[in-house]
């Protein structure tokens, strides 16, 4: 695959926690990949389900790189992902946040992007409850992309802890191993990241940075 030297961040458009709060793509999980991949001199581009203005949840603006992030990176008028073309991107991070679990799975255009950039060599990468994304993500054989591959996401017990497990509309842990997946999982908000091949997952939060790098080692790895 020839490198673009550009990475998408997919990000949700869904901004209602089941009638509970607001809720969006959770700022942290978008910002630190993209300063990850900016200082590695990769553009670094967004897209969202719905396009326009995606909604933000867990903004933290004593963290420099939050702040920084929201003083650079406008997502005013982001692009959905059926608008793009996968050959463009070398890779692409799906953050998280809980409106990942309702618009990620279904999204047509998120899921065809996924295939395409996966199958002509690009990396997918997905942290917290991004790898709802993966949920509808199948090969071009009807496979599942996340059968018989070790993965990270949002634990059951992470889930559990949040109050959450009867509000979201599945829980992440079980549906990636009703597909197949090897779920791996470590203690609640720690950090832990999963390769395998060219898929790269995240449990939380606090592995997001931990991701982003991930892609960083994959992309290299793939252009040597």
């Excluded at 990000?11 to 900016?38: C, I, K, M, N």
């Excluded at 939050?66 to 991107?89: C, I, M």
């Excluded at 799906?94 to 295939?115: E, I, K, V, Y």
Aim: glycine residues 12%.
């Amino acid at each position: 695959m020839t490198s673009t030297n550009k990475i998408l961040i997919g990000l949700t458009s869904h901004g209602d926690l089941g009638g509970l709060r607001s809720t969006g793509y959770y700022l942290p999980e978008a910002a630190h990949p993209w300063q990850v991949f900016t200082d590695a001199g990769y553009t670094v581009e967004f897209a969202s389900v719905a396009g326009g203005e995606p909604p933000v949840d867990g903004a933290d603006l004593t963290d420099p790189v939050q702040k920084s992030f929201t003083e650079r990176v406008s997502l005013t008028n982001t692009p959905r992902f059926a608008d793009l073309d996968p050959a463009g991107y070398d890779a692409v991070l799906f953050a998280g946040g809980h409106g990942a679990m309702w618009d990620f799975p279904s999204d047509a255009g998120l899921t065809g992007f996924a295939r395409d950039l996966y199958e002509r060599g690009g990396v997918v990468a997905a942290v917290c409850h991004g790898p709802a994304a993966l949920i509808g993500l199948t090969l071009s054989d009807g496979s599942p992309l996340v059968a018989g591959k070790r993965v990270a996401g949002f634990t059951n017990s992470e889930e559990a802890a949040a109050g959450l497990t009867e509000v979201v509309p599945f829980l992440l842990q079980n549906r990636l191993e009703e597909l197949g997946a090897e779920h791996t999982g470590v203690a609640d908000w720690q950090p832990h990241v999963v390769t395998d091949g060219r898929l790269v997952t995240g449990q939380n939060p606090a592995s997001s940075t931990g991701v982003a790098e991930a892609v960083l080692t994959v992309l290299k790895d793939s252009a040597a």
